[in-house]
């Protein structure tokens, strides 16, 4: 017992000591970038299905927030579903912009001066990776401040979300800001999705073309999906 109780320790060691390894090498990196990005893109399916309920009225959307706090009840308290997925979201979306900001750092120090024409193909992907994750990144506080803790949302009714994204879209600097990102978010899946099977390890010359086909028709459905609700506010249709 005593030498079982004793290499536990040792075990634990061994362990810490090969993720942080793992994580110090640029392959660890981009598993954890894959990982963490593949965690944020299941939780956005999952949200824009939950805020397509807003076209069948106000009952239905109210009625899926209020749900949604009393998942795991009674084992769960109330909402404590909802802050175990924030922590976990959160969590990912450090991982993700840490892992993302080091390799950009480590791939600016490793770049030669020559090979112009390559590094012209990788120029759009690399920029769009970069400037997407700096909007989204941004438009994620504001979206929490409108629609979270309601400090910027010019109705603020506590409870009642479908109220609440009426009234916050229909002003156009909100509307706006929520089309920008989405239009973002999409460029951000489409080459997200394809970096990470990369990654992975998924992609051979076999599966290349329906990975392709799945980030765009993925990055489509989720920006027009996402897209449709500050449209329909702004066009009248929801009200």
Request: aromatic share 10%; glycine share 10%; proline share 4%.
């Amino acid at each position: 017992m005593a030498v079982t109780t004793a290499s536990r320790p040792r075990r634990t060691a061994r362990a810490q000591g090969t993720l942080a390894l793992l994580w110090r090498s640029s392959v660890g990196k981009k598993a954890a970038m894959a990982a963490s990005g593949l965690v944020l893109l299941g939780y956005l399916v999952l949200h824009m299905i939950g805020n397509l309920k807003i076209f069948f009225g106000p009952g239905e959307l109210n009625g899926y927030a209020a749900w949604l706090r009393t998942i795991g009840q009674p084992f769960l308290g109330h909402a404590w579903f909802l802050w175990i997925a924030r922590t976990t979201l959160v969590a990912a979306v450090v991982v993700h912009g840490v892992a993302a900001y080091q390799l950009s750092r480590r791939d600016l120090a490793a770049r030669p001066t020559g090979y112009r024409h390559t590094r012209a193909r990788q120029t759009y992907a690399t920029r769009t990776m970069r400037w997407g994750g700096v909007i989204l990144a941004l438009f994620v506080v504001w979206h929490i401040l409108d629609l979270t803790t309601l400090t910027v949302n010019p109705v603020a009714e506590p409870g009642h979300p479908y109220q609440n994204v009426v009234g916050a879209f229909h002003t156009w600097y909100d509307g706006g800001i929520y089309c920008v990102a989405m239009l973002a978010l999409g460029l951000h899946v489409r080459h997200g999705f394809w970096s990470a099977a990369q990654t992975l390890g998924l992609n051979n010359p076999r599966r290349d073309r329906a990975l392709k086909f799945t980030a765009n028709l993925l990055a489509l459905l989720l920006t027009a999906g996402f897209l449709s609700v500050p449209i329909a506010v702004m066009a009248g249709v929801v009200r």
